[in-house]
């Protein structure tokens, strides 16, 4: 079955860097690839989402690309600011329309 | 509005009590699922809900039993509950033909001692 692998467990950057967190998965055949974000002691959030048959979305700060030939997905933030500090999490659709999520990754915005 | 609620928030149950978790969503989806988070682990699907009346396993429901009482209710039971059960437990619902977000619940954290 799908397999979803995020990296790095914990990113710390100064504030106004750029943020990179990047996801593999195994399966072929996915075709939907999200990502949460989760702040604490909150539910996950939808913040962006990209499908297989695009390389890059984009929403202000925030973008997603997909390398299908790699079968990696990464989330890109730009400009980082004290609210972006949470959990995220990239997913990965399997054959059964399930979503399969990597273990999370704890972005922490230095000021 | 209230989106997708869950009860209780908090729950401490000794080894071999019961107890249901009760989720509800007031977006008219069709789609229901009950999520387990631990630490290190991201989310794990413990079972989900296509439609009102059926019901399905997902990647860990050993331990556990669901109800979807209607279109916007959708239980998890734990009939004996064991410490490995120790997690904070989200629900969620998506509109089936829709968008493909799951929109998520607060969650409840639940301990087994």
């Known amino acids: 079955g799908e397999n979803v692998e995020q990296h790095p467990s914990t990113l710390s950057v100064q504030e106004g860097d750029s943020a990179v967190i990047k996801c593999t998965y195994s399966d072929s055949a996915s075709n939907y690839f999200p990502w949460y974000k989760q702040e604490l002691g909150k539910g996950p959030q939808l913040i962006i989402d990209i499908r297989s048959n695009v390389g890059e979305k984009k929403d202000q700060r925030i973008a997603v690309t997909l390398n299908k030939t790699a079968k990696h997905f990464s989330l890109h933030i730009t400009e980082t600011q004290p609210e972006d500090s949470a959990v995220y999490f990239c997913?990965?659709?399997?054959?059964?329309?399930?979503?399969?999520w990597g273990a999370g990754t704890k972005l922490i915005i230095k000021p | 509005n209230a989106g997708v609620t869950q009860t209780p928030k908090f729950q401490v149950l000794k080894t071999g009590q019961s107890m249901t978790l009760q989720c509800a969503q007031d977006m008219n989806h069709n789609s229901m699922y009950w999520y387990r988070q631990d630490p290190g682990m991201g989310l794990r699907l413990i079972y989900y809900s296509a439609s009102e009346g059926t019901t399905d396993k997902g990647e860990v429901p050993n331990g556990y039993n669901v109800s979807r009482l209607n279109k916007r209710e959708f239980s998890l039971r734990l009939e004996s509950a064991a410490p490995s059960q120790t997690s904070v437990y989200f629900c969620?619902?998506?509109?089936?033909?829709?968008?493909?977000?799951?929109?998520f619940g607060p969650g409840t954290r639940l301990t087994v001692l």
């Open positions: 997913a990965a659709r399997d054959s059964n329309y399930q979503l399969i």
């Open positions: 969620a619902s998506r509109l089936t033909g829709g968008t493909d977000t799951q929109y």
